[in-house]
């Protein structure tokens, strides 16, 4: 299935929750600490019990590479144990130039399956072209992220009036012949994502900073709703694999998830 497909399906079904999937050792349930593979048994419990209520999954891949050859073998194996009609992201912010960039794609895209990644466009087109020639993949672009510093460089004021980020905006439209570029924008900040929504057209949108970082799920959701955009991820990790830190931490993570669901379907009633 082709990764839009797999978005159009579960926003469709209104699920817009995409699962952060950041493990972190000194974070997760002491039981599991005595396991073989506590990452990949932390991991494994949390897709089983979400599966049926989760929009997406995405994998920071520093959480795993931290690890070397072991964390590379606990991502794959996590991969494998995630539904197949369910969008899997690769969160890298990859990009480089020339055969750099093209090793990078063929590692997310061929090596570990990946049906998405995230795309840092600072250098230029041709330092993602190798990701946007996969016809049936889906690349979220960073426009604007959630971080504090984010204002450094990507908040700049053009010449035109512009911020640097809404030049990325209008530039992806141009790379997005083949309909498979999405893009990044923090939901940190209501007003500008009330600012900027008419930028997106009908692209994708991954839309990081909800919870921990202070994000509204609510407003993000009433404002999509409002402006009849229906193709949006709203990425939670820490404030759904670590709702708790005991035995039941799959349950808590379940019955979190389920409650932001509930809060979306009772958005699109009113």
């Known amino acids: 299935?082709?990764?839009?497909?797999?978005?159009?399906?579960?926003?469709?079904?209104q699920k817009f929750i995409c699962v952060g999937l950041d493990p972190d050792i000194k974070k997760i349930p002491k039981n599991l600490k005595s396991k073989s593979n506590p990452i990949l048994e932390f991991n494994k419990l949390i897709i089983e019990n979400t599966a049926d209520l989760?929009?997406?999954?995405?994998?920071?891949?520093?959480?795993?590479?931290?690890?070397?050859?072991?964390?590379?073998?606990?991502?794959?194996e996590s991969i494998k144990l995630i539904p197949s009609e369910i969008?899997?992201?690769?969160?890298?912010?990859?990009?480089?130039?020339?055969?750099?960039?093209?090793?990078?794609a063929e590692m997310l895209y061929d090596?570990?399956?990946?049906?998405?990644?995230?795309?840092?466009?600072?250098?230029?087109?041709?330092?993602?072209?190798?990701f946007l020639n996969y016809d049936s993949k889906l690349n979220f672009i960073l426009?604007?992220?959630?971080?504090?510093?984010?204002?450094?460089?990507?908040?700049?004021?053009?010449?035109?009036?512009?911020?640097?980020?809404q030049e990325v905006i209008r530039k992806?439209?141009?790379?997005?012949?083949?309909?498979?570029?999405?893009?990044?924008?923090?939901?940190?900040n209501k007003a500008e994502l009330e600012n900027d929504i008419g930028l997106f057209g009908d692209m994708p949108i991954l839309l990081p900073g909800v919870g921990e970082q202070g994000g509204s799920l609510g407003d993000i959701v009433s404002l999509f709703k409002q402006k009849g955009l229906k193709n949006y991820l709203i990425n939670v990790s820490r404030g759904i694999i670590y709702k708790s830190s005991s035995d039941d931490f799959w349950e808590a993570a379940r019955n979190e998830l389920k409650f932001?669901?509930?809060?979306?379907?009772?958005?699109?009633?009113?």
Not at 172 to 188: D, M, P, R, S, Y
Request: net charge neutral; charged share 20%.
């Open 111 to 130: 090596e570990f399956k990946f049906d998405s990644a995230t795309l840092n466009p600072y250098m230029g087109l041709d330092s993602i072209k190798p």
């Open 1 to 13: 299935m082709l990764a839009n497909d797999k978005l159009r399906q579960k926003n469709s079904a």
């Open 87 to 104: 969008l899997i992201i690769g969160d890298g912010k990859r990009g480089d130039i020339g055969n750099t960039s093209e090793k990078y």
């Open 172 to 188: 992806v439209h141009i790379w997005n012949e083949k309909k498979n570029c999405g893009l990044v924008f923090g939901a940190t």
């Open 54 to 76: 989760a929009a997406a999954y995405k994998f920071n891949l520093a959480f795993y590479e931290r690890d070397g050859s072991s964390g590379i073998n606990t991502l794959i």
């Open 143 to 165: 426009a604007l992220t959630s971080n504090p510093s984010a204002s450094d460089f990507e908040k700049l004021l053009l010449v035109n009036n512009s911020y640097l980020y």
């Open 260 to 270: 932001m669901n509930e809060t979306v379907h009772s958005i699109y009633k009113s």
